[in-house]
């Protein structure tokens, strides 16, 4: 329930002196920032790995290392001294940690390769050394081999033989010179943030021996899959006489509806055998303890819908007639799923899995619902439990079967690991960011509920300045998440805390479209998006005026991705914002759907292409109405976006704003993908929070600046606007 202006009051004033003498957050404490990745539980259920990731010294990317820290209690313990460590999993003993280890060669980074951690002591080891390097690495439960991806080609392995032997002729190791000449011949060629797809070079399966027999390095990694097709997923049969993976076994998975076929493969190679085929995407195959049932998330589209729920399933390993077997059916949450936050960890963050009870009658999993995501326990009946509440996310969580860790993000608190102890408060392991946040003032935001122009009750949080006054109007920003089949919700968001600092009322609503609020809320927009959602956001704003918070007159709005989108569609459908900030957004829908790394070849937002049916593309792109746009708009745009290409997005908006003379400017990044503002180098980060809150300034605050070509607007002294 919202509090009362007198309740706010009260809570503010109550507040303790050491918190209201706490500076408020800036947009360079990014740079002082500690994620944790991929969190791994040992067998007896002792020590938690896990990666830690901060910024590094030239302030251009990140460092990984690896760290534990006991269940019960403890200081945290530095295992690894490397710059790009990652994926750390514990031997069945608990003797050992595998992890991937990445170096640099001329200033470039060099393939990750598997070493081997003795837990007693003692320098890594280095097991592989592929042309390609080494992935996902997998203990068999002996504790004799692991298995992993690679990448690397019999071809690849010539070569390097070729240039390692002192009596080759190193001129004819490889061709004079290597072609950057890319032959297309796929639909999807390209992914954001990586480049051009490599088909000639598909994730195959590898193992390697380890043990007192074939002690590292002496041991050599066999490759135990061979095809066109990349496989993922891996995981050992209980005896470790199989190994069970999941691969979609087409090269254009695109001409029809998401398939997954998962296969047993023997431990020593051969033919694999197909167990059973998933109609819908899937991830996170996890195996019983007794070895006969695999679990998995999966969410099955058809007939073909703008979003499908993910859900909880299990099938048996020995193909028998009752087949997977959907356990959530009944639940409106997602089944690993998350909120959006602008801090996860920028690398090495790790996979969720369903993770199985000691007895394998039951599951753990992190459930994404209203905004929230919390773990819960899920029998082979379907019958939930839930493990954690609150408002919270579960970003990981690991588990030996009965001992249970989580990873926590709140909106006050970037990330820590808890050990989970039944209905007991969860008892907290880590304070990687305490000597930072003691020095913040910073404030949860507040929930609010409110209807839409159809009676559809909408979900927003509202995060208010840290000295905000109920008494005053305050200028607000309206910030629409992308997706649009994404929400926001209860986890660390710097964007918004720093907005707030800096004097703005943020609300970030989940309109219609918002996952964690069931697959009919979800879905609704299927082939009218943008349209009702846009109303849903408008009704938002119109509660902050009503409350008496927001100033009319000083409304400024911005998103990313689908909020981008609904950012250049918002300007074009009202005149209420005095500015604007569209961030990797889509103004022209049938350019987008002719350019971007990823297909909709079926009908998930439109029933049809652009070719046969352009009126529906031209109603629903921003572009269309740039004639309506009088709103003086930023576009910040990455060069290597290919998600949101910029040619059909912000260039085209920001061209016909000057045409128009409409204040406007852009923001282009070198060489950012789609993701700068979660996992971008820092500076870039950085960068872009300024040039957003700059922006707002201007028009809303009055700031003075000459920075974007522009004439600040005269606006009414503030302190006349806020007295109510």
Not at 296 to 307: D, F, G, I, K, L
Not at 600 to 620: I, L, S
Request: aromatic share 10%; proline share 8%; hydrophobic share 35%.
């Amino acid at each position: 329930m919202y509090p009362s202006l007198p309740r706010l009051a009260a809570i503010l004033a109550c507040l303790p002196a050491a918190a209201l003498a706490a500076r408020p957050i800036t947009e360079h404490d990014l740079m002082r920032f500690q994620w944790i990745g991929d969190v791994q539980m040992s067998a007896d259920g002792a020590q938690l790995s896990y990666v830690q990731i901060s910024v590094d010294d030239k302030k251009e990317g990140y460092d990984t290392s690896l760290w534990s820290v006991p269940t019960a209690g403890g200081a945290p313990r530095h295992l690894t001294l490397g710059k790009h460590d990652a994926s750390p999993r514990w031997s069945p003993d608990g003797r050992y940690l595998a992890f991937t280890r990445s170096g640099e060669k001329d200033g470039k980074p060099t393939p990750p390769q598997l070493w081997v951690l003795p837990m007693d002591g003692g320098e890594p080891q280095q097991i592989t050394k592929l042309p390609k390097g080494a992935a996902n690495p997998r203990w068999s439960h002996d504790g004799k081999s692991i298995a992993f991806l690679s990448t690397t080609t019999e071809q690849d392995l010539q070569q390097a033989a070729c240039e390692a032997d002192p009596h080759s002729d190193k001129a004819r190791c490889a061709p004079v010179r290597a072609t950057d000449v890319q032959v297309i011949t796929r639909a999807v060629y390209r992914s954001n943030g990586s480049g051009y797809n490599d088909f000639s070079h598909p994730a195959h399966i590898w193992s390697v021996a380890f043990g007192a027999a074939a002690s590292p390095p002496a041991a050599t990694p066999r490759q135990l899959t061979r095809g066109p097709y990349n496989e993922r997923e891996i995981t050992w049969s209980a005896d470790d006489q199989r190994l069970f993976y999941m691969s979609s076994p087409t090269l254009e998975p695109y001409y029809e509806l998401p398939r997954n076929t998962v296969y047993a493969l023997a431990a020593g190679g051969g033919e694999a055998k197909p167990l059973f085929t998933i109609e819908g995407n899937a991830a996170g195959l996890s195996l019983s303890p007794d070895g006969k049932l695999l679990a998995y998330y999966s969410s099955r589209n058809t007939p073909v819908q703008s979003h499908a729920q993910t859900d909880l399933w299990v099938a048996p390993v020995d193909g028998a007639a009752a087949g997977p077997r959907n356990l959530t059916a009944r639940q409106d949450g997602e089944m690993g799923g998350s909120v959006l936050g602008d801090q996860s960890a920028p690398r090495a963050g790790g996979d969720v899995l369903p993770l199985w009870s000691a007895d394998g009658q039951s599951l753990v999993t992190v459930v994404a619902s209203r905004g929230r995501a919390n773990l819960q326990r899920i029998d082979l009946q379907g019958k939930a439990v839930k493990l954690s509440e609150g408002d919270q996310a579960v970003l990981r969580y690991a588990s030996n079967g009965s001992a249970l860790a989580a990873l926590i993000s709140t909106a006050t608190e970037l990330n820590d690991l808890y050990r989970i102890d039944g209905g007991a408060a969860p008892a907290r392991l880590t304070q990687v960011n305490a000597a930072l946040f003691g020095e913040l003032r910073l404030t949860a935001p507040q929930d609010l509920w409110y209807s839409s122009f159809d009676g559809s009750k909408i979900h927003a949080l509202v995060q208010l300045p840290p000295d905000f006054d109920p008494h005053k109007k305050y200028p607000a920003i309206l910030n629409i998440h992308g997706g649009p089949h994404a929400a926001y919700g209860y986890i660390f968001n710097h964007e918004m805390q720093w907005m707030a600092a800096k004097g703005y009322v943020v609300i970030y609503p989940n309109p219609r479209g918002s996952t964690s609020y069931g697959e009919k809320f979800a879905n609704v927009i299927q082939h009218r998006y943008p349209g009702d959602d846009f109303k849903d956001l408008m009704a938002g704003v119109d509660e902050l005026v009503k409350r008496g918070w927001a100033d009319p007159k000083r409304l400024g709005v911005t998103g990313g991705s689908g909020g981008g989108l609904l950012t250049n569609w918002t300007i074009g459908h009202t005149q209420r914002f005095a500015a604007a900030v569209s961030q990797r957004d889509i103004a022209n829908w049938a350019d987008w759907w002719y350019a971007a790394d990823f297909t909709f070849f079926q009908e998930n937002w439109f029933k049809h292409p652009p070719f046969e049916d352009p009126e529906d593309y031209r109603a629903r792109s921003p572009i269309t109405y740039i004639k309506n746009v009088t709103t003086p708009t930023m576009f910040v745009l990455g060069d290597a976006d290919s998600r949101t290409p910029p040619e059909a997005g912000g260039d085209q908006m920001f061209r016909a704003l000057k045409y128009r003379k409409i204040p406007t400017a852009m923001v282009r990044f070198p060489g950012e993908s789609h993701e700068l503002s979660r996992s971008g180098k820092p500076w870039h980060r950085v960068e872009r929070l300024q040039h957003i809150v700059n922006w707002f300034d201007i028009y809303l605050m009055g700031k003075a600046s000459n920075e974007y070509d522009v004439v600040p607007p005269v606006l009414p002294d503030l302190r006349a606007t806020q007295a109510q």
